[in-house]
């Protein structure tokens, strides 16, 4: 059994949504887990540049100690040959330089117990190193120049000089070392992170890839469908206007059995009654004519086109030319349900305002609009004529055509407004728009 063209396009929709589902499922995955894995090695690698960078800042800090420690020991020599106060002035620059630069390479070194270690043997010769120069300073101070050469000629200082230079080159290579472990640490991270990004960049090639054979294969599965669609549009189009123009001409065959009963009937209420049944059905066979000439627009009535159209109709059928008819319709097109309705109200109103409110013996004018009413709709039909009875109601009048009127109302979920200008008469709809 041959499947439906709707429901073989459906699963083929839905079998392309499942594989864009997936498709976008596998991309956002591939993408956190990158994303991720990425940040965890620029993490990574900022981690390990930033103690290639505090490695270096403490070998700076070091050379830093045993430079203001020499000019220390410049100085100190200068002050005894000469005496100038200038050299004590740089004794202390020096001094101060060099406890400062101790005090940070003793941060910098704080989660490192071998340098630490060192930094405090390092403190005890520069204590011992100063100690003599400022013994040396105030012999020389005191103009005892032999006595500050000999506490020179000692030894004690050249000898804690020594053991600076000793604990500095220690420190010095430690540092080296520490700096050559994470330069390589640096390059493989760096390397690891190239590695990945070449990866990153391979996945989102594959999925570009990818997506594109599954858009390419999507827009054909699409192009099929549209395909079918309007194949089997165009086969219910075909098939709604005939079932349209079917219906039409049954109802003109009914209206032609009832026309010649009317004729058949003297003039009276019974005749009366089959001319009014022959406009209501002349009036429903006009919403099929109207739907099979609607151009393929499924299910659609031209509410405003219909009320001009039939008005026109039914007044032109008088054969009366004393009366005007003017109209001011908005195009809006209802559902199909709303159709028969709307055509039998606007065929009763329209006929009582003919018969009641344009006798014979005076010209008259009738004025038949439809628009939008806020959010609903509304007709209406309204005279110039002799009006209504003071005090007249829709429930006043319990005639055949108000009561349809009323019931056809409320089938559109509307309501039946009766209003009493000061000439003539006018009557209105008002209902609901569509959802």
């Known amino acids: 059994m041959a499947r439906d063209p709707a429901e073989v396009s459906g699963s083929n929709r839905q079998a392309a949504r499942e594989r864009a589902f997936r498709l976008l499922a596998g991309t956002v995955a591939a993408l956190f887990l990158t994303f991720a894995s990425v940040g965890g090695v620029f993490f990574w690698y900022d981690h390990a540049a930033r103690k290639v960078a505090h490695t270096h800042e403490v070998r700076n800090g070091i050379a830093d100690v045993l430079q203001a420690l020499t000019d220390s020991e410049s100085a100190q020599r200068g002050y005894v040959l000469t005496g100038e106060q200038r050299f004590i002035e740089q004794i202390e620059d020096g001094r101060e330089r060099a406890e400062a630069e101790v005090n940070a390479v003793d941060i910098l070194t704080a989660d ?11 403190r005890a010769l520069m204590a011992k190193r100063l100690d003599v120069v400022d013994q040396v300073v105030a012999e020389r101070r005191k103009g005892d120049a032999p006595a500050a050469l000999s506490i020179i000629l000692r030894g004690e200082g050249i000898a804690a000089m020594e053991g ?14 520490l700096l050559d472990q994470r330069a390589r640490q640096t390059v ?32 054909e599965v699409e192009a099929d469908t549209a395909e079918r669609l309007r194949a089997l549009l165009a086969d219910r189009s075909l098939l709604l206007d005939e079932v349209n123009h079917r219906v039409k001409n049954s109802l003109q065959q009914i209206a032609s059995v009832v026309r010649l009963q009317s004729r058949s009937v003297p003039d009276g209420p019974a005749r009366e009654a089959l001319d009014k049944t022959l406009d209501r059905i002349m009036a429903v066979g006009r919403v099929h004519e109207q739907l099979y000439k609607s151009g393929g627009q499924v299910g659609a009535f031209d509410a405003g086109h219909y009320a001009k159209a039939l008005a026109h109709d039914l007044v032109d059928s008088l054969g009366r030319e004393d009366v ?13 349900k709303q159709a028969v309705p709307l055509a039998l109200i606007l065929n009763e109103l329209v006929t009582n305002a003919l018969k009641y409110g344009c006798p014979a013996d005076r010209p008259c004018r009738i004025h038949v609009g439809f628009g939008t009413d806020g959010q609903d709709y509304r007709l209406s039909v309204s005279d110039d004529g002799v009006g209504l009875p003071k005090g007249f109601t829709s429930r006043s ?26 000439a003539g008469a006018a009557f209105a709809v008002v209902f609901p728009r569509s959802q």
Do not use: W, Y
Not at 202 to 209: C, D, I, N, S
Not at 325 to 336: I, P, R
């Open 112 to 122: 490192n117990p071998q340098q630490q270690a060192r930094i405090v043997t390092l």
């Open 397 to 422: 009048k319990k005639s055949l055509g108000m009561r349809a009127i009323e019931a056809l109302a409320r089938q559109l979920g509307g309501r039946l407004v009766v209003e009493q200008p000061e």
């Open 164 to 177: 600076v230079r000793r604990i500095v080159t220690q420190l010095e290579t430690e540092e080296a070392r």
């Open 324 to 336: 005007q008819l003017t109209t001011s319709v908005e195009a809006h097109v209802l559902d199909l």
């Open 188 to 219: 493989l991270i760096r390397a690891g992170l190239i590695i990945l990004l070449v990866g990153f960049a391979l996945v989102l090639t594959f999925l570009f890839v990818k997506a594109q054979r599954e858009l390419s294969l999507d827009r």
